[in-house]
């Protein structure tokens, strides 16, 4: 099975603090994205990236950036942490044209 | 530009009976529909889907409905059971398989 691993379940930042979000997958998936889910909202995408050093912005690319070094590795990195970030976060990869594996999700909460 | 309408934030479903899940679109240029599931404190998974030349896919208790006329989706879970209760999305991916757009999700609660 696919595996999607993000690095943290829970974080709690401050306010203007740098934060980085780190997903890996071991199944040689090219594509990965970062989503956030909020209720009433859905999942909406950040960034996602085709290849290594590759990143294409999505719907919600405000105040994140995103890092892809290494096919397997996908990291988002929140600048300057503000209150309307906390949220669910949650990586992706994916092989065929619609077949996402998601990661378990990163509760942020910034206070 | 909300492409993509769950409308139905929550529905209570009895255990033994059916759940009908809806989502209406607006895009004709989604070829394939999807949903997933997703129980607290993981990540969704991928359930069911059905392309655009079907109007129906079946997978044991799920079935997808897609009326394209009526730009609808629908999912039926037949019979319910309380290991069913999660948030249910539905997704459209567009033609150029990049974009996949999520519905805001129906929680989904079948009483024992």
């Known amino acids: 099975d696919v595996k999607v691993t993000q690095s943290s379940r829970y974080l709690v930042k401050r306010t203007g603090e740098k934060v980085f979000l780190e997903c890996v997958q071991d199944?040689?998936?090219?594509?990965m994205f970062w989503y956030r889910q909020d209720p009433g909202l859905g999942l909406r995408l950040i960034y996602f990236?085709?290849?290594?050093?590759?990143?294409e912005k999505g719907d919600i690319p405000e105040g994140y950036s995103v890092s892809r070094e290494k096919k397997e590795r996908f990291s988002l990195i929140l600048e300057s942490a503000s209150t309307n970030q906390t949220s669910m976060y949650l990586c992706a990869s994916r092989d065929r044209e619609w077949g996402y594996t998601f990661g378990s999700g990163t509760r942020l909460t910034v206070v | 530009d909300q492409q993509v309408k769950q409308n139905s934030p929550s529905l209570s479903v009895q255990e033994g009976r059916i759940s009908i899940l809806n989502c209406d679109y607006t895009?004709?240029?989604?070829?394939?529909f999807l949903w997933y599931k997703k129980y607290p404190a993981e990540g969704p998974t991928f359930l069911i889907s059905i392309s655009s030349i079907k109007d129906k896919n079946e997978d044991g208790r799920f079935t997808v409905f897609l009326n394209k006329s009526a730009k609808h989706l629908s999912l039926h879970i037949v019979p319910s059971q309380p290991g069913d209760s999660a948030v249910y999305f539905c997704a459209f991916v567009d033609t150029g398989g990049f974009k996949t757009i999520f519905g805001a999700g129906t929680r989904l609660f079948v009483k024992a």
């Open positions: 990236s085709y290849d290594v050093k590759m990143k």
């Open positions: 199944m040689d998936h090219e594509n």
């Open positions: 895009n004709s240029m989604f070829d394939y």
